[in-house]
């Protein structure tokens, strides 16, 4: 992890007032033990997907009915792991996850009719158990099924939801669903670690135990450092901290964007994930900075000029890996016209890392706040921990906000008034 540009940054470990904050920070986060921080949910929750993965693998395809965050981790995972779309001959796949992350009727519709629903599990999920959406498209789909198969449509219902409370978890012991809890105070905006996310990869056959043991690595270094720290604060800010201080500098000094510019192909679908991580947890209370995401070399073409040469009030994360493979079949041969004789015996990829380190080289150029974060492996393992590191660094840019990270207090308004507005018509 480097930073550049952030000369004008006042970090709060070269205060003494601050260093004490992120002592006490550190010491709020042990106590509350929090689920996402702990993850002491996982030794349990992986006992119960081992034996869950026979009844899974009845199925060929996974239809996951969520929204936000019930849907934007797994489909990250999908995305990244067992892509099925433009990438669909990377990796054959017998399994395959349909996610219907909007109310598109025409989108679910097509997956009613043509999917071949009696190998098709229905996969609804909700920490609320009351998500307008989710729970419209549970009906139809309850409804569809029930027409099909009068006799056993229940062996094809999934739920993920609270433990305890919510219309959903009153659904499972109606009906006698098949299901997982999603943890107390375990907000989906970080729920792709729990049931949420490891039940689609799971079933996708992704190597989730990987992905898992990513966080938990990503986890033990962090308070390792932090233990570090506390004992003596002439070591270094635990990096996360560092990466924390460099966002909330840069709003304390105006630059109210914050670029999330990916440059590893496979991941780009973690842009979207972050955007909601991001946005929710810190955009409250006349506070935070707009997250703009982008994905290299694609938006070279088509948002770099606005990064570079617009309005100075950008700062930025770049995601970078030097590891991709360089594929036999995507090397440039000789006997190029003598103005392109400079690409004879180049690679894809290379053109791939040269367009990486100009793009990061121009925005330092440019003076835009920047964290460089480079990645030597781009696997589950390597996914799981960008993730938690990501959530955290989140939670603790929060802190030093003042504000909570784990609410999202505006968002409730509109869904009181959607509710309204269909209970009236």
């Known amino acids: 992890m480097k930073f550049y540009n952030t000369e004008r940054f006042t970090y709060p470990k070269e205060d003494p007032i601050a260093i004490r904050a992120v002592r006490e920070c550190i010491e709020k986060l042990e106590e509350e033990k929090l689920p996402f921080v702990t993850l002491d949910f996982i030794p349990g929750l992986l006992r119960e997907l081992e034996e869950l993965a026979p009844y899974f693998a009845k199925f060929d395809n996974l239809l996951l009915l969520g929204i936000g965050g019930s849907a934007l981790g797994p489909h990250a995972l999908q995305k990244t792991f067992c892509p099925q779309d433009k990438f669909i001959l990377q990796k054959q796949s017998k399994k395959q996850l349909w996610v219907v992350d909007n109310v598109d009727s025409a989108h679910l519709e097509e ?17 609320s158990g009351s998500t307008l959406e989710t729970i419209a498209q549970y009906f139809i789909c309850r409804q569809h099924f029930q027409k099909l198969f009068p006799d056993s449509w229940q062996n094809n219902f999934f739920v993920i939801t609270d433990q305890e409370k919510g219309f959903l978890r009153e659904e499972i012991r109606k009906y006698g669903y098949k299901s997982l809890p999603v943890p107390a105070l375990l907000g989906g905006r970080f729920s792709v670690f729990c049931a949420v996310g490891l039940v ?3 079933f996708l056959g992704i190597d989730f135990k990987a992905f898992v043991q990513g966080a938990l690595e990503a ?9 570090a720290y506390r004992e003596n604060s002439q070591n270094p800010l ?14 304390s000094n105006g630059f109210s964007e914050l670029i999330f510019f990916n440059y590893i192909p496979k991941w780009s679908s973690l842009n979207y994930w972050f955007r909601q991580l991001w946005s929710e947890s810190l955009g409250k209370n006349g506070k935070g900075s707009t997250p703009v995401i982008a994905l290299g070399t694609v938006d070279q073409h088509s948002i770099l000029q606005l990064f570079l040469d617009s309005k100075p009030n950008k700062a930025a994360i770049f995601l970078e890996s030097y590891t991709q493979p360089r594929n036999i079949l995507c090397t440039i041969a000789d006997s190029l016209p003598d ?24 925005m330092i150029n440019h003076h835009i706040p920047l964290c460089a974060m480079n990645f030597p492996e781009t696997g ?46």
Request: aromatic letters at 10%; a negative charge.
């Open 111 to 127: 997956c009613l009719e043509h999917l071949p629903l009696e190998k098709t599990l229905v996969l609804t999920v909700s920490k």
């Open 200 to 202: 689609p990869a799971l």
């Open 219 to 227: 986890r033990n270094q962090f308070f390792a450092e932090c233990h």
């Open 238 to 251: 635990p990096q996360l901290f560092e990466l924390a201080n460099f966002a909330f500098a840069a709003m």
């Open 339 to 362: 103005e392109w004789k400079w690409l004879e015996g180049k690679n894809i990829t290379d053109i791939l890392y040269a367009e990486t380190k100009a793009t990061k080289q121009s």
């Open 380 to 425: 589950e393992k390597a996914f799981g921990r960008i993730m938690w590191d990501l959530c955290m660094a989140t939670i603790l840019t929060a802190h030093f906000l003042n504000i909570d990270p784990y609410d999202q207090p505006a968002v409730e308004e509109s869904k009181m008034l959607a509710k309204k507005t269909l209970s009236e018509q």
